[in-house]
């Protein structure tokens, strides 16, 4: 029997009107034996339904309903039923662009080891696929050491821990037992522990996933306190395991000083682009962490040492880009 290379996770929970979309953008590149676990994660509309009457007969998709406990629970679940060499964690209402597979599996085929597969990605408008706006833009390309893609990405601001972004070997998930667990804001520390654990990975020059922004999806509902609060959590989370994996003294202090400002920055602009204050705490963290770290710029030096200042900055730019 042909091992299969890949195995794609598709976490669904009320997302009825975009999964056959998401699904068959899948299924018309990446053949048998290669599968697609669906986790119907205790939906209440009739995304099940659908699924069942698209794809049950397809031995290449297996539907699997669980209570309903959040994509990183999902996640986990799919991962534990994969048998591919190979996990992509796919969001069930975006659509992933003609030639993924083929790509992924000749670079496998090329460079066997390769632990991780990068790609470039854009969001696009429910109703309006036209309106397109960057979001993961790689700037080195081709094989490359894993933490090398990591700090890049984070030096030009276009890291983005969505679990969407790389393919993953399903070893390395394994090896060091990798989970998502959380409900919200499972895949911080995922992320940046599998580009800490990785060694080498393989970036793409071609754009391969559309992320789809949408009214009262997860991303772009509106946010509790709560939400803040566990989102200031992650990153407690990730920037410890971020330390604990840095190996060479020299890369772990510019990884940490590249993942700190990005992390501030990011929850900053969430905060005031959900209408809410900056929370205390993460102006207390910028303090903290910020006062050891070297700004290396205008926009980093008022961050770091005048982050009230820099909010309200960032604040009046919105204001000005809304009118």
């Known amino acids: 029997m042909t091992q299969k290379i890949l195995s794609v996770i598709i976490p ?82 975006d659509v992933v662009c003609e030639g993924f597979y083929q790509e992924l599996s000749q670079t496998i085929a090329t460079y066997p080891e390769v632990e ?26 081709g094989l490359l050491r894993a933490q ?4 890049g990405l984070l ?4 890291y983005t821990s969505a679990t969407w972004n790389y393919v993953l070997k399903k070893e390395i998930i394994d090896r060091f037992k990798l989970k998502y667990i959380t409900r919200l804001h499972e895949d911080h520390s995922f992320t940046v522990e599998a580009f800490m ?28 306190e709560s939400f803040f609060r566990q989102r200031y959590d992650a990153f407690v989370c990730s920037y410890g395991k971020l ?12 990884l ?8 501030f920055k990011l929850m900053i602009h969430l905060s005031l682009a959900s209408g809410q204050r900056v929370p205390d705490y993460v102006m207390h963290a910028i303090y903290y962490f910020g006062k050891s770290l ?18 309200n900055l960032v604040k009046v730019k919105r204001s000005l880009r809304k009118a």
């Not at 099940?48 to 994509?71: D, M, S, W």
């Not at 991962?79 to 069930?92: E, K, S, V």
């Not at 330390?243 to 510019?254: C, G, Q, V």
């Open 256 to 263: 940490r000083r590249l993942y700190l400002i990005h992390s």
């Open 294 to 311: 070297k700004p290396e710029g205008a926009v980093n030096w008022l961050l770091l040492r005048q982050p009230e200042l820099y909010s």
């Open 148 to 151: 090398d893609i990591f700090r």
């Open 12 to 93: 669904a929970y009320n997302v009825a009107n975009y999964i056959v979309e998401c699904v068959d953008s899948l299924l018309a590149q990446i053949p048998a034996p290669n599968e697609l676990i669906i986790i119907n994660d205790g939906s209440t509309d009739d995304t099940l339904a659908r699924i069942e009457k698209r794809y049950a007969a397809q031995e290449q998709v297996h539907i699997v309903t669980i209570p309903n406990g959040g994509l990183g629970q999902a996640r986990d679940y799919g991962i534990a039923l994969a048998q591919g060499q190979y996990i992509f964690c796919c969001d069930p209402d």
């Open 243 to 254: 330390i604990a994996l840095s190996e060479e003294m020299n890369e772990k202090a510019e």
């Open 155 to 158: 030096h030009s601001g276009a």
């Open 197 to 224: 654990r990785c060694r080498i990975a393989w970036v793409s020059k071609n754009l391969y996933y559309r992320q789809r922004i949408r009214s009262g999806s997860l991303t772009n509902g509106n946010k509790s």
């Open 116 to 141: 991780l597969f990068c790609f470039n990605s854009l969001m696009f408008e429910d109703g309006d696929p036209s309106r397109t706006y960057p979001k993961v833009q790689h700037h080195q390309f």
